[in-house]
């Protein structure tokens, strides 16, 4: 199960702040060069003396703005104490000089490096001197985020890139998060503390992940992420509340701490002349959750099975001989996704009922 074993060993701290800086000079004889700029992205990171894996890169144009070879153009260093090679780089044909390496300096913080060239205002890269798997952005709920995968990302075990972004819910409801891509999406709902609450591919469609979610007021992660290694391209992550009901068989996931106020529906899953919503959970082994089904419309029956299983592990009716409410705990045989099916007693039955997670 993708992301699952790729994740949990990250530890997650706050952005360093980046910083600018300018500098340099450097050119070709007797060639004209009106503009130098940045060919790829300024803001990178890596750890603390390692390379960078995105080597910076110009491109240096005429006066007509026609891209100019045969122009050296000198890589430097100005800050962090890191280290180049190849700092005097030649264009090619298409305009483009790019530094052999950089290499970042020993201690976390901001690392910049200039390229100039024919005496023209210097270009600036910055690199934050952290592990980008230790750095969160902010996403505020409700809104769009713009950004990119690129290869100074973290990188998973599966040599996927992905970005991680600090979010927080302010009440107990339901929440939609969507990435869309010009690559296929990768998606995942995380604790703070790295551990799985939901993961989508592509249940928005081609290069579109989606994840419902019924969640807790509190503090989450956000892993905005390709399905493939080494991908890389630009994506938006938009979140939005929901009220609707859990409905038409669709996955929605729920994370321990909830009560929240459902139906059952004709449009519902038909489950054998049964309406019935489904609720993921991800367990790891031996972990457990209460499930809680309250109603004074239907007699509630709750029962749970493994994801990708259609055994039933543990099933309720009545949870005792005064009510018609059900309860059922669910133990994990094994780390993953596990169903917890809400529905009546008898066949056919719709009505409101609460559902508590704990």
């Known amino acids: 199960m993708k992301l699952l074993r790729q994740i949990a060993p990250l530890a997650l701290a706050g952005l360093i702040a980046l910083q600018m800086s300018c500098g340099g000079d450097s050119s070709g004889p007797g060639i004209s060069v009106s503009s130098i700029e940045a060919n790829s992205s300024t803001t990178i990171s890596a750890a603390p003396g390692t390379q960078v894996a995105e080597l910076p890169s110009v491109i240096v144009r005429d006066a007509g703005g026609n891209a100019v070879g045969g122009v050296t153009v000198t890589f430097a260093v100005t800050s962090g104490g890191g280290s180049v090679t190849g ?15 950089w290499t970042l300096g020993q201690t976390a913080g ?33 809104s769009t985020t713009t ?20 979010v927080t819910i302010p009440t107990t409801g339901t929440y939609i998060f969507t990435q869309t891509g010009d690559f296929d999406t990768y998606l995942a709902l995380l ?22 979610a019924i969640l807790p007021a509190g503090n989450f992660l956000i892993g905005a992420n390709s399905y493939d290694p080494n991908v890389t391209g630009n994506y938006t992550l938009a979140s939005t509340t929901s009220t609707a009901h859990v ?13 929240t106020d459902q139906s059952l529906q004709t449009t519902d899953c038909p489950n054998n002349g049964f309406p019935s919503d489904d609720y993921l959970v ?10 809680t089904m309250t109603s004074g419309a239907v007699d509630s029956y709750l029962e749970a099975h493994a994801d990708g299983s259609s055994s039933i592990l543990t099933s309720n009716d009545n949870m005792d001989g005064t009510t018609q409410n059900a309860r059922i705990t669910l133990t994990a045989t094994a780390t993953n996704f596990y169903v917890i099916t809400a529905r009546a007693a008898t066949a056919g039955v719709t009505g409101a009922y609460t559902l508590a997670i704990q």
């Open 147 to 166: 950004a990119k995968l690129s290869l100074s990302d973290c990188r998973l075990s599966d040599g996927s890139l992905v970005d991680f972004y600090a």
């Open 247 to 259: 409905t038409n068989c669709e996955d929605v996931f729920i994370a321990a701490g909830v009560s």
């Open 282 to 291: 991800f367990l790891s082994a031996g972990q457990s959750v209460t499930a």
């Open 191 to 212: 604790t703070p503390q790295v551990g799985v609450i939901a993961i989508n591919d592509d249940a928005g469609g081609p290069n579109i992940s989606t994840i419902k």
């Open 110 to 142: 901001v690392n910049t490096m200039t390229a100039t060239a024919a005496g023209l205002p210097a270009v600036t890269f910055t690199a934050q001197g952290a592990d980008p798997c230790s750095s969160t952005a902010t996403h505020t709920l409700g």
């Open 87 to 101: 700092a005097k780089a030649v264009s090619t044909a298409d305009g483009v000089a790019t530094v052999g390496s």
